[in-house]
């Protein structure tokens, strides 16, 4: 009888052990899956959205200073609109992460720190993979 119900034991421990590994393999991969489609869909809508904005920008004239100036900013423009629309906004991490740079920026341009975040965001919203393991500019929305 002690070693019918040590057997039980032994058999409903294993049972529970190989369920517990089951759920924690799933889970692991289907976390994996989701943020791996998560990536892929903000890469298509950064580079659908780059496109866009490329395209509407497409005729205008930059013969002279302030016209290549104005055709950057209707660019960058257009594609914080298409990102916004596609429920993408400005990820916060990715200010806190680029807030020191954008003010070292702005002590050597003389310019303001709002200002040379603006220009830093212009270089990074069309990187559809963040650099040094820092986040990306854009974040879904929830």
């Not at 004239?61 to 302030?66: D, G, K, S, T, V």
Request: aromatic share 8%; proline share 2%.
């Amino acid at each position: 009888m002690k070693t019918q119900s040590k057997l039980l034991a032994i058999l409903l421990s294993s049972v529970v052990l190989l369920a517990i590994a089951i759920f924690a393999y799933l889970h692991f991969f289907s976390t994996e899956a989701q943020r791996m489609d998560y990536d892929q869909a903000t890469i298509q809508a950064i580079n659908e959205c780059e496109g866009i904005s490329s395209k509407s920008v497409m005729d205008l004239p930059e013969f002279l200073e302030f016209q290549k100036i104005e055709k950057q900013g209707r660019q960058s423009r257009v594609m914080q609109l298409c990102m916004s629309d596609r429920a993408y906004k400005v990820n916060p991490k990715w200010i806190a992460q680029h807030q020191a740079e954008a003010h070292l920026m702005a002590s050597k341009e003389n310019i303001s720190d709002e200002a040379a975040l603006e220009e830093l965001k212009r270089k990074h919203m069309y990187q559809s993979h963040p650099q040094n393991q820092l986040s990306l500019l854009w974040v879904k929305t929830k």
